[in-house]
């Protein structure tokens, strides 16, 4: 199985930079993969909410849902990728500090096809996309220009 783990400080408040993650909506704000999220549920988030979503990676374009797995507020949040070619789960874990939020993001995941015969050369790509996402999540949180809900 395939990890990717990114620590970060977002100089945000706890509470602001959950209720951004934790919408799946924004997205294709942050995540260059993320083309379009929606809420397919009604009613409040929760484990089991799934969003649906198009995306893509590596110039493959595919539409999944996106599960909810955890959702503990201003704590942990994670998603798993059902009904679509790559099984993901990605998670999100916060902890207030005294200027802001430590932030960690994790993608755990099984490449299948190509995908699993060049899975070093993908993690090394996807981690650096992951990264860039995580300064422009950084960047646009603390920039304070985006609204949050």
Do not use: C
Not at 5 to 32: G, H, M, Q
Not at 133 to 139: A, F, G, I
């Amino acid at each position: 199985m395939a990890r990717i783990e990114i620590d970060l400080i977002i100089n945000r408040p706890i509470e602001e930079v959950f209720a951004f993650v934790s919408n799946a909506e924004n997205l294709p704000r942050w995540r260059t993969t993320a083309l379009e999220v929606r809420k397919s549920f009604t009613g409040p988030l929760a484990v089991g909410s799934i969003f649906k979503g198009r995306f893509t990676f590596l110039g493959r374009r595919f539409e999944g849902n996106l599960e909810i797995i955890v959702y503990e507020p201003n704590r942990r949040y994670a998603t798993r990728m059902v009904e679509g070619p790559f099984p993901l789960e990605t998670h999100y874990i916060l902890d207030a500090t005294k200027i802001g939020t430590w932030f960690t993001f994790i993608v755990e995941g099984r490449p299948g096809g190509f995908f699993r015969l060049a899975e070093p050369l993908v993690v090394s790509l996807a981690k650096r996309f992951f990264e860039s996402d995580l300064y422009n999540l950084k960047e646009m949180l603390e920039a304070e220009a985006v609204q949050v809900a």
